[in-house]
């Protein structure tokens, strides 16, 4: 028994430390599961800056372009355009980026267009 409170107080360490140290995502557009018709802008929030190093959206039919706005300066809003034609279909965004205490980050989320 006694062998399993050490790696329980590590792991609860860990995450104290980790949510005081890293940027975390406050929120993202469209939502996470989200059913929508069309799409103006791929946003990410974070509550200390981040600097995005990539962002990927992967559409019904792979890989779609996607236009920056935000450059490669850490932010807590971050936004980037999608491509003009998106057919109905299942989405998902990829993201990767440096926290404001250096750390790499990443995170995935995904919408779905209807026509
Ligand atoms: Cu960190």
Request: avoid cysteine; aromatic fraction near 6%.
């Amino acid at each position: 028994m006694t062998k399993h409170v050490l790696p329980a107080m590590v792991a609860m360490l860990a995450m104290a430390t980790s949510a005081l140290a890293h940027s975390q995502v406050e929120d993202m557009r469209p939502a996470d599961g989200g059913i929508l018709q069309t799409v103006e802008a791929i946003e990410l929030r974070f509550d200390a800056p981040m600097r995005i190093t990539a962002i990927t959206l992967t559409g019904p039919d792979g890989d779609m372009a996607v236009t920056r706005e935000t450059g490669l300066d850490p932010v807590t809003a971050f936004r980037a355009l999608p491509p003009d034609a998106m057919p109905a279909g299942a989405y998902r965004v990829d993201w990767r980026g440096l926290a404001a205490d250096g750390h790499p980050m990443q995170g995935t989320f995904g919408f779905t267009l209807t026509d």
